[in-house]
T-cell receptor
């Protein structure tokens, strides 16, 4: 059974810092890994999708990497801004049926 | 294109009642998935529908059911509500359901008293 862990659970940083969020998974036989952002009480917004054959994806100030062999992914946020404050979740699709398993998320606060 | 819409946005029910939630996917998307999000368990997969057929199912009791219509709109139903069913219910759509970006709706917040 796939298990997804996100570290740290919470993070508070001053504006302008570069930061790294971590996601680890137990079964490396994945189809893809996706990073989402969730604002309080709202749905999820997809940030980046990395297919199993890819090593990284970039979108603006965001860069996500994937290392299947070690069961890890990192989300790098450059020059953080208060608007980046949200919960960041990673999800892994695996197991032959594309059922996603989500981590518990990292709650990020970027203060001015 | 309009995003994924869910109705109602908020709902209060009492134990033992049943509830039906609705999800309209992005136009052209044929796969609709449902999720339950609670503080205790996090985000958990309920089921996925594709072309009116349930294709995948998570580990939830039979009180949770769903269906999909020919226009890809989907409903989920929870019968005999329990206090523990209080949660944010999210639906997501994508074109084919296979290893593609998921687009989520805003969710329906259900409170069971």
């Amino acid at each position: 059974k796939q298990e997804v862990t996100q570290i740290p659970a919470a993070l508070s940083v001053p504006e302008g810092e570069n930061l790294v969020l971590n996601c680890s998974f137990t079964d490396s036989a994945i189809y893809n890994l996706q990073w989402f952002r969730q604002d309080p009480g709202k749905g999820l917004t997809s940030l980046l999708l990395i297919q199993s054959s890819q090593r990284e994806q970039t979108s603006g100030r965001l860069n996500a990497s994937l290392d299947k062999s070690s069961g890890r992914s990192t989300l790098y946020i450059a020059a953080s801004q208060p608007g980046d404050s949200a919960t960041y979740l990673c999800a892994v699709e695996s197991g032959g049926s594309y059922i996603p398993t989500f981590g518990r998320g990292t709650s990020l606060i970027v203060h001015p | 294109k309009a995003g994924v819409t869910q109705t109602p946005r908020y709902l209060i029910k009492t134990r033992g009642q049943q509830v039906t939630l609705s999800c309209s996917p992005i136009s052209g998307h044929r796969s609709v998935s449902w999720y339950q999000q609670t503080p205790g368990q996090g985000l958990q997969f309920l089921f996925e529908y594709f072309s009116e057929t349930q294709r995948n199912k998570g580990n939830f009791p039979g009180r949770f059911s769903g269906r999909q219509f020919s226009n890809s709109r989907s409903e989920m139903n929870v019968s005999t509500l329990e206090l523990g069913d209080s949660a944010l219910y999210l639906c997501a759509s994508n074109p084919t359901g296979s290893s593609e970006t998921q687009y989520f709706g805003p969710g329906t917040r259900l409170l069971v008293l």
